[in-house]
């Protein structure tokens, strides 16, 4: 499912969670309903950009929409040895490297900037250095695949950081901006314990690049 520009879920039952927020209860522009049990799960989408696909499982991943996606950042693929694997002998930088959706799909700037942060890592480092020169994981990937883990893991549970409507609220997403470590937080002090540096905002390949030059090596 796809929810293109506008389109949301309107959950009605048992599993409404805390963090669902349905864009548009005008029933002019419900879609399809799902009925399961005693839920009723109603997609919404005025402007209807959104789409669906039913296909069997196994072919997901050679579907047009799938096929050229990296790995999936919150599942067992996601570790030291994927990330040497994927950028052994690149000499892009390791922040370019962590947005390119072919080696990883779903990692953003926001978090991209904030797993950096948290493993001490350079975003202007080459990527290759995930590896050791036989190809190995270095100590550093670990930390990097760990940090990637944490921020997305934690991003979810506090409802992302792009959940809601960008029309309803005035940069108000979700509750994860709210543990921001670095992004949107120029001229700020670095949160990294003893750490007396300065969190700096810079364009790296046309995108908001936000990082402390003092523990990000
Ligand atoms: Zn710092």
């Known amino acids: 499912m796809h929810l293109g520009m506008s389109g949301s879920f ?9 963090f669902h927020h349905a864009r ?29 696909l039913l296909l069997p499982r196994a072919e997901l991943a050679d579907h047009p929409f799938f096929a ?25 930088s390791l922040k370019a490297a962590l947005l390119d959706q ?5 990692i953003g700037n926001i978090y991209a900037c904030e797993a950096l942060h948290r493993s001490g890592l350079s975003p ?9 020169k036989s ?22 549970a506090a409802g992302g950081s792009s959940l809601r409507d960008h029309a309803q609220t005035n940069g108000e997403l979700g509750y994860f ?3 921001f470590r670095v992004y ?10 003893g750490c007396r540096g300065t969190v700096k905002r810079v364009a790296q390949n046309g995108r908001s690049t936000f990082f402390c030059p003092v523990c990000q090596t």
Do not use: W
């Not at 309107?10 to 805390?18: L, N, T």
């Not at 999936?72 to 892009?92: D, I, Q, V």
């Not at 001229?187 to 990294?192: F, K, Y």
């Open 10 to 18: 309107r959950i009605k039952g048992e599993v409404a969670g805390r």
């Open 124 to 132: 202007f480092r080459a990527a290759g250095t995930m590896a050791t």
């Open 177 to 179: 901006q709210h543990t």
């Open 102 to 106: 072919r080696l990883i799909a779903g």
């Open 68 to 92: 050229h996606l990296g790995l999936e950042p919150l599942g067992n693929e996601l570790s030291a040895a994927s990330l040497a694997g994927l950028f052994r002998g690149k000499a892009t």
């Open 135 to 156: 190809g190995k994981p270095a100590v550093r990937a670990e930390r990097l695949a760990q940090a990637v883990r944490a921020v997305l893991t934690e991003a979810v």
């Open 24 to 52: 548009s209860r005008l029933s002019a522009h419900d879609h399809v309903v799902f009925r399961l049990g005693g839920t009723t799960i109603t997609y919404n989408d005025p402007r209807r950009f959104g789409f669906m």
């Open 184 to 193: 949107d937080r120029e001229h700020a002090a670095c949160p990294t314990p």
